[in-house]
Protein backbone atom coordinates (compact mmCIF):
# COMPACT_ATOMS: atom_id res chain seq x y z
CA UNK A 1 0.00 0.00 0.00
CA UNK A 2 1.09 3.49 -0.71
CA UNK A 3 2.22 5.32 2.00
CA UNK A 4 1.47 9.21 2.57
CA UNK A 5 2.80 10.83 -0.43
CA UNK A 6 3.89 14.64 -0.49
CA UNK A 7 4.31 16.90 -3.90
CA UNK A 8 6.85 18.25 -5.07
CA UNK A 9 9.28 17.09 -3.35
CA UNK A 10 11.98 19.98 -3.35
CA UNK A 11 10.87 23.60 -4.06
CA UNK A 12 12.60 26.77 -4.88
CA UNK A 13 10.65 29.55 -4.43
CA UNK A 14 11.73 33.91 -4.06
CA UNK A 15 10.46 36.02 -1.29
CA UNK A 16 7.11 37.31 -1.82
CA UNK A 17 5.75 34.48 -4.23
CA UNK A 18 3.32 31.97 -3.21
CA UNK A 19 3.54 28.47 -3.11
CA UNK A 20 1.17 25.73 -3.01
CA UNK A 21 2.29 22.01 -1.57
CA UNK A 22 0.23 18.84 -1.90
CA UNK A 23 -0.52 16.00 0.43
CA UNK A 24 -2.47 12.31 -0.18
CA UNK A 25 -2.91 10.77 2.86
CA UNK A 26 -2.96 7.32 2.68
CA UNK A 27 -5.73 5.27 1.40
CA UNK A 28 -8.94 5.00 3.80
CA UNK A 29 -7.28 7.60 6.20
CA UNK A 30 -9.61 10.92 6.51
CA UNK A 31 -7.28 13.15 8.97
CA UNK A 32 -4.20 15.12 7.67
CA UNK A 33 -1.96 17.63 9.42
CA UNK A 34 0.69 19.69 8.56
CA UNK A 35 4.24 20.72 10.01
CA UNK A 36 7.02 22.83 9.64
CA UNK A 37 10.80 21.42 10.25
CA UNK A 38 13.40 24.18 10.11
CA UNK A 39 16.77 23.03 9.92
CA UNK A 40 18.15 22.14 13.30
CA UNK A 41 14.87 21.96 14.91
CA UNK A 42 11.72 19.62 15.74
CA UNK A 43 8.41 19.82 13.67
CA UNK A 44 5.99 22.73 14.64
CA UNK A 45 2.38 22.04 13.92
CA UNK A 46 0.57 24.13 11.52
CA UNK A 47 -2.65 22.78 10.79
CA UNK A 48 -5.19 19.33 11.15
CA UNK A 49 -7.69 18.60 8.94
CA UNK A 50 -10.51 15.94 9.67
CA UNK A 51 -13.08 15.20 6.78
CA UNK A 52 -12.65 18.54 5.39
CA UNK A 53 -13.03 20.72 8.57
CA UNK A 54 -10.49 22.59 10.26
CA UNK A 55 -9.75 20.60 13.52
CA UNK A 56 -6.82 22.42 15.05
CA UNK A 57 -4.22 25.30 14.37
CA UNK A 58 -1.07 26.24 15.27
CA UNK A 59 0.50 29.73 15.80
CA UNK A 60 1.51 30.97 12.44
CA UNK A 61 0.66 33.44 10.13
CA UNK A 62 -2.19 34.12 8.19
CA UNK A 63 -0.65 33.75 5.34
CA UNK A 64 -0.42 29.97 5.81
CA UNK A 65 -3.61 28.03 4.42
CA UNK A 66 -4.68 24.76 4.17
CA UNK A 67 -7.96 22.82 2.74
CA UNK A 68 -8.86 19.32 2.60
CA UNK A 69 -10.90 17.83 -0.40
CA UNK A 70 -13.13 15.44 -0.65
CA UNK A 71 -10.75 12.55 -1.60
CA UNK A 72 -9.33 14.01 1.91
CA UNK A 73 -6.37 14.88 -0.04
CA UNK A 74 -4.99 18.34 1.11
CA UNK A 75 -3.05 21.23 0.58
CA UNK A 76 -0.95 24.00 1.73
CA UNK A 77 -0.86 27.69 0.77
CA UNK A 78 1.79 29.94 2.09
CA UNK A 79 1.75 33.62 0.54
CA UNK A 80 4.15 36.35 0.47
CA UNK A 81 7.04 34.21 1.13
CA UNK A 82 9.77 35.03 3.88
CA UNK A 83 12.90 33.91 4.17
CA UNK A 84 12.18 32.29 7.37
CA UNK A 85 9.87 30.14 5.59
CA UNK A 86 12.73 28.25 4.32
CA UNK A 87 12.23 24.80 5.83
CA UNK A 88 10.94 21.22 5.20
CA UNK A 89 7.16 20.68 5.19
CA UNK A 90 5.72 17.31 6.44
CA UNK A 91 2.75 15.92 6.05
CA UNK A 92 1.05 13.13 8.29
CA UNK A 93 -2.37 11.38 7.91
CA UNK A 94 -4.36 9.45 10.58
CA UNK A 95 -7.73 6.95 9.80
CA UNK A 96 -9.69 9.19 12.13
CA UNK A 97 -9.41 12.20 14.67
CA UNK A 98 -8.10 11.78 18.11
CA UNK A 99 -4.91 9.61 19.74
CA UNK A 100 -4.42 8.00 16.09
CA UNK A 101 -0.91 6.99 15.49
CA UNK A 102 -0.13 9.56 12.51
CA UNK A 103 2.08 8.28 9.43
CA UNK A 104 3.91 10.90 8.09
CA UNK A 105 5.38 11.49 4.28
CA UNK A 106 9.05 12.59 3.57
CA UNK A 107 8.18 16.18 2.76
CA UNK A 108 8.36 18.93 0.76
CA UNK A 109 11.96 20.75 1.07
CA UNK A 110 11.08 24.24 0.70
CA UNK A 111 14.01 26.47 0.16
CA UNK A 112 13.31 30.78 -0.54
CA UNK A 113 15.78 32.94 -2.02
CA UNK B 1 0.47 23.90 27.84
CA UNK B 2 2.17 20.73 27.00
CA UNK B 3 6.02 20.21 26.40
CA UNK B 4 8.82 17.71 26.11
CA UNK B 5 12.58 18.09 26.67
CA UNK B 6 15.20 16.32 25.32
CA UNK B 7 18.10 16.27 27.49
CA UNK B 8 20.91 15.41 24.93
CA UNK B 9 21.25 17.16 21.03
CA UNK B 10 24.03 13.98 20.50
CA UNK B 11 24.43 10.61 21.86
CA UNK B 12 27.12 8.63 20.33
CA UNK B 13 27.27 4.68 21.04
CA UNK B 14 29.26 1.54 19.67
CA UNK B 15 27.69 -0.67 17.59
CA UNK B 16 26.32 -3.45 20.36
CA UNK B 17 26.40 -1.55 22.96
CA UNK B 18 22.88 -0.13 24.72
CA UNK B 19 21.29 3.35 23.75
CA UNK B 20 19.74 5.93 26.24
CA UNK B 21 17.66 8.95 25.17
CA UNK B 22 15.99 11.10 27.43
CA UNK B 23 13.02 12.65 27.61
CA UNK B 24 10.64 14.67 29.86
CA UNK B 25 7.75 15.97 29.94
CA UNK B 26 5.06 18.36 31.11
CA UNK B 27 1.61 18.50 30.31
CA UNK B 28 -1.79 19.76 32.13
CA UNK B 29 -3.42 16.66 31.93
CA UNK B 30 -2.87 13.14 31.21
CA UNK B 31 -0.39 12.85 27.89
CA UNK B 32 0.25 10.54 24.93
CA UNK B 33 3.74 9.93 24.36
CA UNK B 34 5.91 8.95 21.29
CA UNK B 35 8.77 8.12 20.43
CA UNK B 36 9.52 8.97 16.54
CA UNK B 37 12.39 8.63 14.43
CA UNK B 38 13.95 10.43 11.40
CA UNK B 39 16.58 9.13 9.13
CA UNK B 40 18.39 12.20 6.85
CA UNK B 41 16.06 13.26 4.33
CA UNK B 42 13.14 11.20 5.05
CA UNK B 43 10.03 11.40 7.09
CA UNK B 44 9.39 10.54 10.88
CA UNK B 45 8.31 6.78 11.63
CA UNK B 46 7.02 6.21 14.63
CA UNK B 47 8.48 3.79 17.10
CA UNK B 48 6.53 3.38 19.83
CA UNK B 49 3.38 5.16 21.69
CA UNK B 50 1.86 5.49 25.42
CA UNK B 51 -1.57 5.87 25.96
CA UNK B 52 -1.95 5.01 29.56
CA UNK B 53 -1.93 0.95 28.88
CA UNK B 54 1.14 -0.56 30.42
CA UNK B 55 4.38 1.79 31.72
CA UNK B 56 6.42 -0.42 29.49
CA UNK B 57 6.03 0.58 26.12
CA UNK B 58 7.79 -2.04 23.02
CA UNK B 59 8.43 -0.69 19.73
CA UNK B 60 10.10 -1.37 17.08
CA UNK B 61 13.33 -2.59 16.00
CA UNK B 62 14.21 -3.87 19.32
CA UNK B 63 13.27 0.11 21.51
CA UNK B 64 10.83 0.44 24.10
CA UNK B 65 10.32 3.42 26.59
CA UNK B 66 9.17 3.18 30.03
CA UNK B 67 6.59 6.28 31.32
CA UNK B 68 7.38 7.05 34.62
CA UNK B 69 4.59 9.45 36.01
CA UNK B 70 6.51 10.80 39.57
CA UNK B 71 9.63 11.88 37.13
CA UNK B 72 7.69 13.36 34.17
CA UNK B 73 10.25 10.98 32.05
CA UNK B 74 9.62 8.90 29.21
CA UNK B 75 13.38 7.73 28.42
CA UNK B 76 14.00 5.44 25.13
CA UNK B 77 16.35 2.43 25.23
CA UNK B 78 17.74 -0.33 22.82
CA UNK B 79 19.80 -3.04 24.36
CA UNK B 80 22.34 -3.04 21.50
CA UNK B 81 22.68 -0.34 19.35
CA UNK B 82 23.11 -1.09 15.14
CA UNK B 83 24.67 1.03 12.51
CA UNK B 84 21.39 1.50 10.96
CA UNK B 85 20.07 3.03 14.11
CA UNK B 86 21.97 6.63 13.46
CA UNK B 87 19.05 8.99 13.10
CA UNK B 88 17.68 11.85 14.73
CA UNK B 89 14.87 10.40 17.14
CA UNK B 90 12.05 12.82 18.48
CA UNK B 91 9.87 12.48 21.70
CA UNK B 92 6.63 13.86 20.93
CA UNK B 93 3.63 14.61 23.75
CA UNK B 94 0.10 15.05 23.10
CA UNK B 95 -3.06 16.01 24.87
CA UNK B 96 -5.29 12.80 24.77
CA UNK B 97 -7.87 12.66 22.05
CA UNK B 98 -6.55 15.67 19.92
CA UNK B 99 -3.46 15.14 16.92
CA UNK B 100 -1.94 18.06 17.58
CA UNK B 101 1.82 16.63 17.98
CA UNK B 102 4.02 18.72 20.21
CA UNK B 103 7.88 17.50 19.08
CA UNK B 104 11.29 18.03 21.24
CA UNK B 105 14.11 19.26 19.26
CA UNK B 106 15.60 15.90 18.72
CA UNK B 107 18.49 13.71 19.39
CA UNK B 108 21.25 12.48 17.38
CA UNK B 109 22.38 9.39 17.60
CA UNK B 110 25.81 8.46 16.47
CA UNK B 111 26.77 4.72 16.11
CA UNK B 112 30.69 4.06 15.62
CA UNK B 113 31.42 0.59 14.20
Known amino acids: DAGVTQSPTHLIKTRGQHVTLRCSPI?????VSWYQQVLGQGPQFIFQ???????GRGNFPDRFSARQFPNYSSELNVNALLLGDSALYLC????????????FGDGTRLSIL | AQSVTQLDSHVSVSEGTPVLLRCNYS??????LFWYVQHPNKGLQLLLK??????LVKGINGFEAEFKKSETSFHLTKPSAHMSDAAEYFC???????????FGTGTRLLVSP
Open chain 1, 92 to 103: ASSFRDGNQPQH
Open chain 1, 27 to 31: SGHKS
Open chain 2, 50 to 55: YTSAAT
Open chain 2, 27 to 32: SSYSPS
Open chain 2, 92 to 102: VVSERGFQKLV
Open chain 1, 49 to 55: YYEKEER
